[in-house]
């Protein structure tokens, strides 16, 4: 099963995806500005180009869980771009919290805004094969 993991910003949105067998996570180039409709066309279009399954997005929520000041905005991304892709792939909420500050520590040629959704994508990954489920969305 393919994945794409997004870390979604209002300007840009990190990007990452798994192999066929859901094991690796390989950041990809950042999309800019993912919730305008060219930038949602372009999310359908890589989804079908990559032919993923799920499409995991981080959603910021706080150190203790709760709602941030940007997981509605997340959530209603999401929301949106689960009507865009229809029955194409399943969209997933995923706790990120961390994942930037980790990216930022590690450094590396790839955008940093992918290196997180590489970072989430591993997380998600290694949570699927424990669990054989990766929701977790601070509900």
Same mark, same amino acid.
């Given at each position: 099963?393919?994945?794409?993991?997004?870390?979604?910003?209002?300007?840009?949105?990190?990007?990452?995806?798994?192999?066929?067998?859901?094991?690796? &996570?390989?950041?990809?180039?950042?999309?800019?500005?993912?919730?305008? =409709? =060219? @930038?949602?066309?372009?999310?359908?279009?890589?989804?079908?180009?990559?032919?993923?399954?799920?499409?995991?997005?981080?959603?910021?929520?706080?150190?203790?869980?709760? /709602?941030?000041?940007?997981? &509605?905005?997340?959530?209603?991304?999401?929301?949106?771009?689960?009507?865009?892709?229809?029955?194409?792939?399943?969209?997933?909420?995923?706790?990120?919290?961390? +994942?930037?500050?980790?990216?930022?520590?590690?450094?590396?040629? +790839?955008?940093?805004?992918?290196?997180?959704?590489?970072?989430?994508? /591993?997380?998600?990954?290694?949570?699927?094969?424990?669990?054989?489920? @990766?929701?977790? /969305?601070?509900?």
């Amino acid at each position: 099963m393919r994945v794409l993991a997004l870390d979604y910003g209002e300007a840009r949105c990190g990007c990452a995806v798994s192999d066929r067998t859901g094991t690796l &996570a390989t950041p990809i180039e950042p999309l800019a500005r993912p919730a305008s =409709k =060219k @930038g949602l066309q372009s999310l359908v279009g890589l989804v079908d180009e990559l032919e993923a399954e799920v499409v995991l997005v981080g959603l910021p929520v706080s150190l203790d869980g709760g /709602d941030s000041a940007q997981t &509605a905005e997340v959530r209603g991304f999401a929301d949106r771009l689960a009507r865009a892709l229809g029955p194409k792939a399943r969209v997933e909420l995923y706790d990120e919290r961390f +994942t930037t500050k980790m990216a930022q520590a590690a450094g590396g040629d +790839t955008s940093e805004d992918s290196r997180a959704a590489a970072l989430l994508l /591993d997380e998600w990954l290694a949570g699927s094969v424990r669990s054989g489920s @990766g929701s977790k /969305d601070g509900r």
